[in-house]
């Protein structure tokens, strides 16, 4: 209950204190308070207040639940917040001129406390250290030997065995292989031609291999043998009646002929030749003559493609390196059995791939598996060549699983018993001046005898740097000459702290791309830039962050804050997180493979990592779009998408003002034109000059024809109806604060605000000024204040705003030219701006007085670009006149 007393009175403390500070605001009483002679005494009523309501909200309480002194604390606070105005006062009074100062602190606190997390909890003795006295166990406790538990799961992990996986890559490369061979074979095989070539009925399919393959010494004997046999095969079929006529000289014949044919018979001894010869007497009996001739002439053709397959094959072999097909019955398989003979090599194939071959499986297991598989795939005379197939092409195509091995082996570690060492009462753990081991900080740590601590000396290292690069920031945004506002400040500190904010809680993956986007985006790519430098430059110091990690991050950090104000819509922006994406992952790779981690066994887990590297930079590029306008609205920031989105004319206010006001709105389009053109030129915001010259006077919807733009040539009702110079130029002036009130109702963006007034500064409105003087020279009694025809300004802050009043100034007197040439106008228009420049107008500007011509003179090439001569075309005549 006094908990929750207290923070409702500090609560409406708080507020209190808060209304107090907008009255003071908006009073502008702030310097009166700070140079009062009382602000001395001030500070220490306000220090007395807040010890007295601290040691109010502190006292012991009472059964009843109030404060002991309780029932005078009503009447004494009261008193006290009445004499104690002026005391906030002065409070807020130094805290809101000292604001970049608590800004600054702020930050250097809150960079230093988060990346600096680390050295909160340090123990006083660390590893390897010297005990500063000698520290004895209080009670017997069992405590984990850390270090020797770690060494027993190592050697687990390390003699786990290993998970294997199917490598499809090389599966596809070895039958990648086992096609091209089959292929060769299939090419040899039809250069040999069909087999059987011949009626297997006829002659068998032995005798047609051994006719294919034989020895051409062979071949011809075997010709001359049938030659023999058919010639002897004749003469046994001659008459009788001639045999004696002839008996004398046949013998010597037979003898001759019989002698040869015996000697050939005898010297082939093969079975083949013998059934080869056999089956060509036998088809020679029973075929005519011609189509035995016909048969030899197929057979001396069938060995000359034979040959020219083996030829083929030993050129073939010779360019492989490899004997495959040399010695096997390829050629001489028949084409049904060389279809099965391809089938069973396939299956048996994908069978011993499916199964998987490891690495360093000896040759003669592998030989015994093909040899397995060859006998119930391919046939029996076929076997021999299947297996010098498969064996030729197979390679081991199992490779480790690391990530499930990694898993399995971690598993296994997890399930060793941790070692349990036991510590009696009053034994030593450490003597003074010993060094500290692993095993004794252990022991320490457990009884609580190392006490721990923050690490002042580390967080004072780390708050130096922190200020060192907060200085570097402030120095590179006065270079710049960026007029950050303090909620831009803590807009970036926020954004900064994002990143180690990130790493603290264990996510590797932070937020680089989407701080450059933001930063880039708001504020330009230099700011951008810097703080990831900066940060890329602090963090490893003072976290623990993977290096390449680090690198591959800030890189597509630095490239989207360089980036990102160059475009236009959040397409283009959505385009530029994927380029982010590709960045990050690509370097990460790039620089993993340039140190090798990317040729070990587990590469895909490197390319893993690059890959969600990348997607971790699309991720947070997506959320930096999905916040960029709630933080446009909320820290009222302006950048290229929100201000081509104001540009649009199907805008509600923009529509009203070519609705309501068409003449101001023809006005608005031609100053913005010259606006434009100047601001491009001078290298000033194209965008932000567009989009607040578009609104700069939309106060004129409130009384459109109270401005001689909107009269469309009818009565002007300052002459025909007011007739009051002083009531004319309020009407004029009013235009700037309903201007005003119309942009706050819109929500359109300060910088976008800032143009209204601006643009007039605290010019004159000569014509009713110079209506109220003459009447003033008429009736002494009128006096003419010219206070009361001047805008109240302010005069215009930065350089758009100055181009912007420039435009509008010239704009009405450039309408006016009708036939003058560029040099009077141009004359014209620098004694306008001249005017200007004299009145003072631009001195907050920015605008420089050489910059005032070239203003001028691209105001006239604008306006030489609008009014061009035309060609007069003739008119053409009438009926009557034809």
């Known amino acids: 209950m006094k908990t929750q007393r207290f923070l409702q009175s500090l609560t409406q403390q708080l507020r209190q204190w808060r209304r107090q500070y907008k009255v003071l605001c908006r009073k502008g009483k702030w310097l009166g308070l700070v140079s009062s002679s009382k602000t001395h005494s001030r500070h220490k009523k306000l220090l007395r207040v807040i010890i007295k309501n601290l040691l109010l909200y502190l006292l012991p309480t009472s059964e009843e639940g109030g404060h002991l002194q309780g029932r005078k604390a009503p009447q004494s606070t009261a008193t006290s917040l009445k004499s104690n105005h002026g005391i906030y006062a002065v409070f807020f009074s130094w805290l809101h001129q000292k604001r970049s100062v608590v800004i600054l602190v702020i930050a250097v606190v809150s960079l230093t406390a988060v990346m600096g997390h680390e050295l909160y909890n340090q123990p006083q003795m660390k590893i390897g250290t ?13 405590i984990e030997d850390r270090q020797q538990t770690e060494a027993e799961r190592k050697i687990v992990q390390a003699n786990s065995q290993p998970v294997l996986m199917i490598n499809a890559q090389k599966n596809e490369q070895i039958n990648e292989n ?10 040899l095989r039809a250069i040999a031609g069909a087999f059987p070539f ?3 009925s006829i002659l068998s399919i032995p005798s047609q291999q051994y006719l294919r393959s034989c020895g051409e010494p062979e071949w011809q004997k075997l010709k001359i043998a049938l030659e023999n046999y058919q010639l002897q095969n004749y003469q046994s079929k001659s008459s009788t009646t001639g045999r004696y006529q002839f008996s004398r000289s046949i013998p010597s014949q037979l003898s001759r002929l019989s002698t040869p044919v015996i000697k050939e018979e005898s010297q082939i001894v093969k079975p083949d030749v013998d059934q080869a010869l056999a089956e060509l007497k036998a088809y020679s009996l029973t075929a005519p003559n011609k189509n035995l001739s016909l048969l030899i002439t197929q057979i001396s053709q069938v060995r000359a493609d034979y040959g020219q397959a083996s030829s083929k094959l030993l050129q073939m072999e010779a360019e492989r390196k ?58 029996d005379e076929a076997e021999f060549l299947a297996a010098k197939v498969l064996l030729a092409v197979l390679r081991p195509n199992l490779q480790q699983d690391v990530e499930q091995t990694q898993q399995l082996a971690q598993l296994a570690a997890d399930q060793v018993p941790s070692v349990m060492r036991k510590v009696r009462q009053g034994e030593v753990i450490v003597k003074k001046g010993e060094r500290i081991t692993d095993w004794k900080f252990d022991v320490l740590d457990y009884y609580h005898l190392n006490r721990r601590e923050v690490n002042w000396l580390g967080l004072t290292g780390l708050g130096g740097l922190v200020i060192a690069a907060v200085g570097v920031f402030v120095w590179v945004e006065r270079r710049l000459g960026s007029h950050l506002r303090q909620g831009d400040r803590l807009l970036i500190l926020l954004l900064t702290l994002s990143i180690p904010s990130v790493l603290a809680v264990g996510v590797p993956y932070t937020t680089w791309s989407a701080i450059g986007l933001l930063l880039g985006s708001f504020y330009g790519g230099t700011l951008g830039v810097t703080v990831v430098g900066l940060m890329s430059l602090i963090l490893p110091i003072s976290i623990e962050i993977n290096k390449i990690a680090l690198v591959a991050g800030a890189s597509g950090g630095i490239l989207s804050s360089y980036l990102a104000q160059r475009f236009k819509s959040r397409e283009e922006l959505a385009l530029l997180g994927i380029v982010i994406a590709l960045t990050q992952g690509g370097i ?18 490197v390319l893993q990592n690059a890959i969600l590297f990348g997607l971790s930079g699309l991720a947070w590029s997506i959320i930096a ?48 034109t010259l606006a434009e053109a100047a601001a491009k030129k001078l290298r ?57 009130v119309m942009a706050k109702k819109h929500s359109l963006p300060t910088a976008i605000q800032a143009f209204i007034p601006e643009h007039q500064g605290t010019m004159a409105i000569a014509y009713f000024y110079h209506q109220a003087q003459q009447m003033a020279k008429d009736d002494p009694i009128i006096i003419a204040d ?89 008119k053409s005549k009438s009926a009557g006149e034809k």
């Open 178 to 187: 086992l096609r091209q061979l089959i292929e060769d074979g299939n090419e």
């Open 625 to 672: 779009l999905g916040l960029s306008p709630y933080l446009e609205k909320l820290f009222d920031l302006i950048t290229p998408i929100r201000l081509a989105e104001l540009a649009n004319p199907n805008r509600p206010l923009l529509k009203r003002l070519a609705t309501e006001t068409p003449g101001t709105f023809q006005h608005t389009l031609f100053v913005a």
């Open 130 to 142: 010297l005990a500063p006295q000698t520290f004895i166990a209080p009670y017997t406790a069992s």
């Open 322 to 379: 490899q004997s495959v097909y040399a010695k096997t019955v390829l050629l001489d398989l028949s084409d049904q059995d060389w279809a099965k003979t391809q089938m069973g090599i396939h299956q048996s194939a994908e069978r011993i791939l499916t199964q998987g071959i490891p690495p360093g499986l000896p040759r003669s297991i592998l030989q015994d598996a093909v040899s397995l598989q060859v006998q119930i795939s391919v046939p």
């Open 198 to 200: 011949f009626d297997a």
């Open 786 to 874: 010219k206070a009361d025809f001047c805008y109240d300004g302010p005069i215009p802050q930065s350089r758009e705003t100055g181009i912007v009043m420039l435009a509008d100034s010239c704009e009405a007197a450039l309408r006016s030219l009708k036939d003058a040439t560029p040099e009077q106008a141009l004359n014209m228009l620098n004694n306008i701006i001249r005017a200007k420049w004299q009145d003072e107008q631009l001195i907050d500007s920015g605008l420089t007085r050489e910059e005032m011509p070239k203003i001028a003179q691209i105001f006239v090439d604008v306006w030489q670009q609008f009014h061009h001569k035309r060609i007069a075309y003739p």
């Open 684 to 740: 000033c915001n194209v965008e932000l000059v567009r989009a607040g010259t578009l609104y700069h006077d939309i106060g004129k919807m409130h009384d459109p024809l109270g401005f001689i733009e909107n009269q469309m040539g009818g009565p002007n009702k300052h002459e025909t109806q007011i007739k009051d110079p002083w009531k004319s130029a309020a009407i004029i002036k009013k235009h700037v604060s309903e201007g005003l």
């Open 588 to 605: 990460y790779l790039i620089l993993n493979i340039l140190i090798g981690a990317a040729f070990v066994p587990a590469w895909y887990i």
